[in-house]
């Protein structure tokens, strides 16, 4: 059985859909598809990595990063 001790925990960021993805690019829909939001003002929990830093990038006028988590 593994134990999870002297793992550091990967930091997490809160982010919201503040806007929707109507009227955007296919691309960008797709961003926020793999981002995991389906409806307007849903929060999701994803860790906080150069790859999720990289999408939301792509779509800052979309998104709201509410806050990191430690």
Not at 1 to 8: E, R
Not at 24 to 46: A, E, M, T, Y
């Given at each position: 059985?593994?134990?999870?001790?002297?793992?550091?925990?990967?930091?997490?960021?809160?982010?919201?859909?503040?806007?929707?993805?109507?009227?955007?690019?296919?691309?960008?829909?797709?961003?926020?598809?793999?981002?995991?939001?389906?409806?307007?003002?849903?929060?999701?929990?994803?860790p906080d990595?150069?790859?999720?830093?990289?999408?939301?990038?792509?779509i800052p006028?979309?998104?709201?990063?509410?806050?990191?988590?430690?």
């Amino acid at each position: 059985m593994a134990s999870n001790k002297g793992k550091a925990k990967t930091p997490m960021l809160r982010i919201k859909q503040v806007r929707s993805g109507i009227g955007c690019s296919p691309k960008q829909r797709l961003v926020l598809k793999g981002l995991g939001f389906r409806k307007l003002n849903q929060i999701v929990l994803r860790p906080d990595t150069p790859e999720t830093r990289g999408m939301i990038a792509k779509i800052p006028h979309l998104v709201k990063v509410i806050e990191a988590e430690k």
